[in-house]
């Protein structure tokens, strides 16, 4: 079972304009992830946050997390072509590195 | 160094066929965990191997489904008697025992059950 939704499902913006993705998830949570997905194939760790962090950068990526409301967002900056992918948000209920429950995902397309 | 290897790449089977699927995991990574993708049920967890503690197999969809993890490397995701359900992506990922929470994925494992 899925641990929350995202959105939008899909999102199409052009070139060197900023992406934003959010995700809900239901239930407490230890730390969020944000995972890239191409071709449907193997997922690629973007950034991990902590329950007890509320932002955080890395590169054009900023994420935030609002426990309170439980949900979270992706904030890509000044987007590639190349940033064309899936973007799933995961949850780790464990503080021990244990199993993630994915959302549904966001399909970005980002045109030249 | 060489990342999460899995094989087959791809895989069609009858229904009814056995299928045993592949993951090495990173060189030194403690914890294996096995994952599927379908357009139905998007990514869900299926088993999660931690060193030498007994797997969460809370993910399992059915007792088709079992998992084994050999010296403590490489596993191996067993299908008995295969359903056309079970065609998906099955994604395998490791991580280390000191970065724990990072998980890196193999390329999957596409299956189709005619």
């Known amino acids: 079972s899925q641990q929350g939704e995202e959105d939008p499902q899909a999102l199409s913006i052009q070139e060197g304009e900023n992406a934003t993705m959010n995700c809900s998830y239901k239930t407490s949570i230890n730390n969020l992830q944000w995972y890239r997905q191409n071709s449907g194939r193997g997922l690629v760790h973007l950034i991990l946050?902590?329950?007890?962090?509320r932002e955080k950068h890395s590169g054009r990526l900023r994420v935030t997390l609002d426990t309170s409301k439980k949900s979270s967002s992706l904030l890509i900056t000044a987007s590639r072509a190349a940033d064309t992918a899936s973007y799933f948000c995961?949850?780790?209920?464990?503080?021990?590195?244990?199993?993630?429950?994915f959302g549904q995902g966001t399909e970005l397309s980002v045109k030249p | 160094g060489a990342g999460v290897s899995q094989s087959p790449s791809n895989k069609v089977t009858e229904k009814g066929k056995d299928v045993e699927l592949r993951c090495d995991p990173i060189?030194?990574?403690?914890?294996l965990y096995w994952y599927r993708q379908s357009l139905g049920q998007g990514l869900e967890f299926l088993i999660y191997?931690?060193?030498?503690?007994?797997?969460?197999k809370s993910g399992l969809p059915s007792d088709r489904f079992s998992a084994e993890r050999t010296g403590g490397s490489v596993s191996t995701l067993t299908i008995q008697r295969t359903q056309q359900e079970d065609s998906a992506v099955y994604l395998c990922?490791?991580?280390?025992?000191?970065?724990?929470?990072?998980?890196?994925f193999g390329p999957g494992t596409r299956l189709l059950v005619l």
């Open positions: 060189s030194g990574h403690t914890a």
């Open positions: 191997f931690q060193g030498n503690s007994a797997p969460d």
């Open positions: 946050i902590r329950s007890n962090e």
């Open positions: 990922a490791s991580s280390h025992f000191q970065w724990k929470e990072t998980q890196y």
């Open positions: 995961a949850t780790d209920a464990s503080n021990q590195g244990g199993k993630l429950i």
